[in-house]
């Protein structure tokens, strides 16, 4: 069976981004000791960005500083940094 990693790399690839989302998601963690789990978070984050889910990278910056970067760097991106 693929790494979990894998199958994300292939759904991200494809544009699936709800599958590459949830299979990240499901072993992403902040500020982990494990390296591969706090790598999930920020690629997590950074997927969520590119799918242009505003609003859960929203809700998840009220307690995420990564997450409030990633959104802050995808308004400037989109040149809507009033937002």
Same mark, same amino acid.
């Given at each position: 069976?693929? %790494?979990? &990693?894998?199958?994300?790399?292939?759904?991200?690839? #494809?544009? $699936?981004? $709800? #599958?590459?989302?949830?299979?990240?998601? @499901?072993?992403?963690?902040?500020? &982990?000791? =494990? +390296? !591969?789990?706090?790598?999930? %978070?920020?690629?997590?984050? =950074?997927?969520?960005? #590119? /799918?242009?889910?505003?609003? !859960?990278?929203? @809700?998840?910056?009220?307690? $995420?500083? +990564? /997450?409030? #970067?990633?959104?802050?760097?995808?308004?400037?991106? !989109?040149?809507?940094? !009033? =937002?």
């Amino acid at each position: 069976m693929p %790494h979990w &990693s894998e199958i994300a790399r292939v759904a991200q690839e #494809r544009g $699936d981004w $709800d #599958r590459a989302i949830a299979v990240v998601g @499901a072993v992403a963690q902040c500020y &982990s000791a =494990d +390296h !591969e789990r706090h790598n999930a %978070h920020l690629w997590h984050l =950074d997927l969520l960005a #590119r /799918a242009g889910r505003h609003v !859960e990278l929203a @809700a998840l910056g009220e307690r $995420d500083v +990564h /997450a409030r #970067r990633r959104l802050k760097r995808l308004l400037d991106e !989109e040149g809507r940094r !009033e =937002d």
